[in-house]
């Protein structure tokens, strides 16, 4: 049987490691990809820190990775349409069950028996990955493999400020990392007046212009939240975002909204949030709308859109480049605090 190589968490500890494997057989309903670029996640590093996340979900051996792009080389005998071999397609990482109450109402991406890719399942910082053809993309001929597979973690933020609807509002992002920093540019691509970066990091905040921020702030600056209300004449900001996860930053993305704004909650924050719900929410007229994943598929369909229209440019969130070989290097960086570390893609 033919093998290949892949970055394994093969035990249950710190670090991985480049095994051979077998290449994964093609199922009826899958489609074989062959790897040409994948991007390392924050999930990545929590895997590989084999953390308290990590060790009540991952059940190593298991290969990492979820946001990759490839070349379709083999199509399930049951997938009936919609994929050629050498077609380059991105991964929806998630896959749904397609029986529960959410599948059954277009409701896929909170599936009650959601399996994520690189997860729950093998994934792909390999050099081929075998996934459902419902899960696989098919990109346009504009799009090159490097963007292609920037498109799951894209998708969180384009779903995020599409369901906000962002157009025409003052919308500021609360941590800029790489989820904050494509949201800032879902945002603008999405028509907003103003997008504010948030974030204690200033390494962070200096990515944050290119990816089309109108105004930077320091997220421990003591005058923060009067700044953030001075917008709408003092009423306070339409829209906020949280990509952190941080318990400061959510309560004051909250407070800093006007009276009938939204927040958005992405970021998972370690424990429970406290809130002052009669006053931060019910008579403030607040909206708190959770966004998990993407919706399958109008957000990819959006994303196209936006991409191929020239609205949006995910491509200058990537600031390093590694063979996969070179892992344990590549996670390092990504997961350095004191320098302008965007995307690390991986090639094979």
């Not at 109402?105 to 599936?111: G, K, N, Q, S, V």
């Not at 945002?187 to 921020?213: F, Q, R, S």
Request: charged share 20%; aromatic share 4%; with cysteine.
């Amino acid at each position: 049987m033919a093998t290949m190589r892949a970055v394994m968490k093969k035990d249950a500890a710190l670090g991985t490691s480049l095994q051979t494997v077998d290449v994964p057989k093609c199922g009826p309903d899958d489609v074989l990809i062959k790897v040409k670029a994948a991007s390392i996640c924050g999930t990545d590093l929590h895997i590989y820190k084999w953390d308290n996340w990590a060790q009540g979900v991952i059940k190593p051996p298991l290969i990492l990775g979820h946001e990759i792009a490839g070349e379709v080389v083999e199509i399930g005998a049951r997938v009936e349409e919609g994929f050629a071999k050498g077609d380059l397609v991105s991964v929806e990482s998630h896959i749904p069950c397609g029986k529960c109450y959410q599948c059954r109402h277009d409701l896929r991406h909170i599936c009650d028996d959601l399996k994520i890719v690189g997860v729950h399942r093998p994934g792909g910082f390999a050099e081929y990955l075998s996934i459902p053809a419902v899960c696989a993309w098919k990109n346009g001929p504009g799009i090159n493999a490097e963007v292609a597979a920037l498109l799951e973690p894209l998708g969180n933020a384009v779903y995020a400020a599409s369901e906000a609807q962002v157009a025409g509002q003052n919308v500021a992002v609360f941590g800029c990392g790489p989820a904050g920093l494509f949201t800032i540019a879902a945002c603008k691509a999405l028509g907003a007046v103003k997008v504010i970066a948030v974030d204690v990091n200033p390494k962070h905040l200096e990515m944050a212009t290119p990816m089309g921020a109108d105004e930077l702030l320091d997220g421990a600056d003591p005058t923060l939240m009067e700044r953030l209300e001075s917008h709408r004449g003092g009423a306070g900001l339409d829209i906020s975002i949280d990509m952190s996860g941080n318990h400061k930053a959510i309560v004051t993305a909250i407070r800093s909204l006007r009276k009938g704004g939204t927040f958005v909650a992405f970021g998972i924050p370690p424990g429970p949030i406290e809130l002052n719900l009669a006053n931060d929410v019910i008579l403030t007229g607040r909206r708190i709308l959770g966004i998990v994943g993407r919706h399958m598929f109008k957000t990819w369909e959006l994303m196209q859109r936006l991409i191929e229209s020239g609205k949006l440019n995910p491509a200058p969130i990537i600031t390093h480049r590694y063979k996969m070989a070179d892992f344990d290097e590549a996670i390092r960086v990504r997961a350095s605090t004191d320098a302008k570390v965007g995307k690390v893609i991986l090639t094979p």
